[in-house]
T-cell receptor, first 112, second 114 residues
Framework: RKEVEQDPGPFNVPEGATVAFNCTYS??????FFWYRQDCRKEPKLLMS???SGNEDGRFTAQLNRASQYISLLIRDSKLSDSATYLC?????????????FGDGTTLTVKP | EAGVAQSPRYKIIEKRQSVAFWCNPI?????LYWYQQILGQGPKLLIQ????????DSQLPKDRFSAERLKGVDSTLKIQPAKLEDSAVYLC????????????FGEGSRLTVL
């Protein structure tokens, strides 16, 4: 079993739709959680960190459920520019992103 | 602020040849990572340096891959001899020791082994 698992998709949604991605992790000692975005043939970039209390950044909301070892990302009012691969990342270090493990990503295509 | 620099951007070699990739992290970042990303997969950690010491190289195929960060700044990743399955993008990332966990990636070095 992979340490971090994501539904690969692809998710094809119309503009304005709400879409949710899920991620599960197997190592209960994991302490830090992130979502990264990767555009086609580009490097990954941090989208947002994920906290137990949940956090929101504009149209994006991330949630963490430690008991179920589950992370989610919700995108509201999807834009064409949201089309990308979303990578779930789980780290065992609290600081300096120690030993980060990436999922294989979920691909989102937003269509007009 | 300059980002993570990597070179070369593209490299095509034949199997059994050798190749080296170079990375210069963001100034002041103590931690440097090399990741391998195969098409359709997420990045896989090969090696992590803290200053010039190795923190984790458990997934580095040491019979053919080597990496060094001699002065705690830039780093080199070498593959010798290359295999077909080494075709991938090699991503270098850095982070500050006391950072909130963000990894800053370079644009990557795309390797094709024929």
């Amino acid at each position: 079993r992979k340490e971090v698992e994501q539904d690969p998709g692809p998710f094809n949604v119309p503009e304005g739709a709400t879409v949710a991605f899920n991620c599960t992790y197997s190592n209960s000692a994991s302490q830090s959680f992130f979502w990264y975005r990767q555009d086609c043939r580009k490097e990954p970039k941090l989208l947002m960190s994920v906290y137990s209390s949940g956090n929101e950044d504009g149209r994006f909301t991330a949630q963490l459920n430690r008991a179920s070892q589950y992370i989610s990302l919700l995108i509201r009012d999807s834009k064409l520019s949201d089309s990308a691969t979303y990578l779930c990342v789980v780290a065992r270090g609290r600081t300096n992103a120690g030993k980060s493990t990436f999922g294989d990503g979920t691909t989102l295509t937003v269509k007009p | 602020e300059a980002g993570v620099a990597q070179s070369p951007r593209y490299k095509i070699i034949e199997k059994r040849q050798s190749v080296a990739f170079w990375c210069n992290p963001i100034s002041g970042h103590a931690t440097l990572y090399w990741y391998q990303q195969i098409l359709g997969q997420g990045p896989k950690l090969l090696i992590q340096f803290q200053n010039n010491g190795v923190v984790d190289d458990s997934q580095l195929p040491k019979d053919r891959f080597s990496a060094e960060r001699l002065k705690g700044v830039d780093s080199t990743l070498k593959i010798q001899p290359a295999k077909l399955e080494d075709s991938a993008v090699y991503l270098c990332a850095s982070s500050s020791f006391a950072g909130a966990g963000e990894l800053f990636f370079g644009e990557g070095s795309r390797l094709t082994v024929l």
